[in-house]
């Protein structure tokens, strides 16, 4: 898998997921606060925290696998998008490379 796309509204943390991607040797298509206006990205895997505005609205359509981070648990509402997991921050390197290995 190598193209992920990330939503996440916090710079710092986008920033370490593409850090830790690329140690997992993974590319990142995509990365930004809000999902991204073009929907013809092509990604294998969106990492996405659903407190980033348009997210959940996002993840619901996006069509490939996710992978939840937060600083919350899962909810009701990223349950039901059945992602591939949740990780609660903070996670480590283990934690994201069995994520988005699965």
């Known amino acids: 898998m190598d193209n992920v796309l990330i939503v996440a509204p916090d710079e710092t943390i986008r920033r370490l997921l593409e850090l830790q991607l690329g140690?997992?040797?993974?590319?990142?298509?995509?990365?930004?606060?809000?999902?991204?206006?073009?929907?013809?990205?092509?990604?294998e895997l969106a990492i996405v925290d659903p407190s980033a505005p348009g997210a959940l609205d996002f993840a619901r359509g996006a069509g490939v696998p996710l992978v939840f981070v937060s600083a919350v648990g899962p909810t009701p509402e990223t349950r039901a998008l059945d992602p591939?997991?949740?990780?609660?921050?903070?996670?480590?390197?283990?934690?994201?490379?069995?994520?988005?290995?699965r």
């Open 23 to 43: 140690l997992l040797g993974r590319g990142v298509a995509w990365s930004g606060a809000i999902p991204p206006a073009q929907t013809d990205i092509a990604c």
């Open 84 to 101: 591939r997991a949740h990780l609660t921050m903070p996670f480590g390197l283990d934690e994201l490379a069995r994520a988005v290995s």
